[in-house]
């Protein structure tokens, strides 16, 4: 069946300005959430959506980063006044969320980069 | 705070040998670890995970070992294949609540012909 997949698979803006990345899971997939990999490093959480309602934001940033998956499937991740340190792969990974051990399956990234 | 540690950053291997690669974690509250490989310009793709009931699971080519006590997994690759060359990342996360995967830094693992 179809994986995970992310629009754009590369952005590339000026600083200071707004971004929007989009998810869409796994059909059926109740869980969803957002990591970001700088260069070298492994993935890091941003938030996790159970649903629509965001049921850890913790991985955030700061404010300027926002998420919402208003319909409990397809989710935007929105950077306000990008920045050079915003450059990164955006990825995105949805799960059936059973009660106890949860595979995350990754989609490709959208690879941001912030002139 | 590295809570979840790939000390080698890279490996080269001989096709057909055996490819050994390693994770260590210092949270103790960890109980559900997992092994994603990746290539170039695509996702992460789930390989192998283990519970911390377990020491050992075994997929075809793939093994995950896990000693709690050091807080220490490996993956194994036997026989290793060209088409295994990737990053490796091991992941680690608690159960119940396993959304939150903490990612080593990854091992770019190199089969050679």
């Known amino acids: 069946g179809a994986g995970v997949s992310q629009t754009p698979s590369n952005k590339v803006t000026e600083k200071g300005k707004y971004v929007e990345l989009r998810c869409d899971p796994i059909s059926g997939h109740t869980a969803l959430y957002w990591y970001r990999q700088s260069l070298g490093q492994g993935p890091e959480f941003l938030i996790y959506?159970?649903?629509?309602?965001?049921?850890?934001d913790s991985g955030l940033p700061n404010d300027r980063f926002f998420a919402v998956r208003p319909e409990g499937s397809v989710s935007t991740l929105k950077i306000q006044r990008t920045e050079r340190g915003d450059s990164a792969v955006y990825l995105c990974a949805s799960s059936l969320n059973r009660t106890g051990a949860d595979t995350q399956y990754f989609g490709p990234g959208t690879r941001l980069t912030v002139l | 705070d590295q809570q979840v540690k790939q000390n080698s950053p890279s490996l080269s291997v001989q096709e057909g040998r055996i490819s050994i690669l390693n994770c260590d974690y210092t949270n103790s509250m960890f109980d559900y670890f997992l092994w994603y490989k990746k290539y170039p310009a695509e996702g992460p793709t789930f390989l192998i995970s283990?519970?911390?009931?377990?020491d050992k699971n075994e997929d075809g080519r793939f093994t995950v070992f896990l000693n709690k006590s050091a807080k220490h997994l490996s993956l194994h690759i036997v026989p290793s294949q060209p088409g295994d060359s990737a990053v490796y990342f091991c992941?680690?996360?608690?159960?119940?609540?396993?959304?939150?995967?903490?990612f080593g830094t990854g091992t770019r693992l190199k089969v050679l012909a």
């Open positions: 283990i519970s911390s009931i377990k």
């Open positions: 992941a680690a996360s608690r159960v119940p609540g396993t959304y939150k995967y903490i």
């Open positions: 959506f159970q649903g629509t309602g965001a049921a850890d």
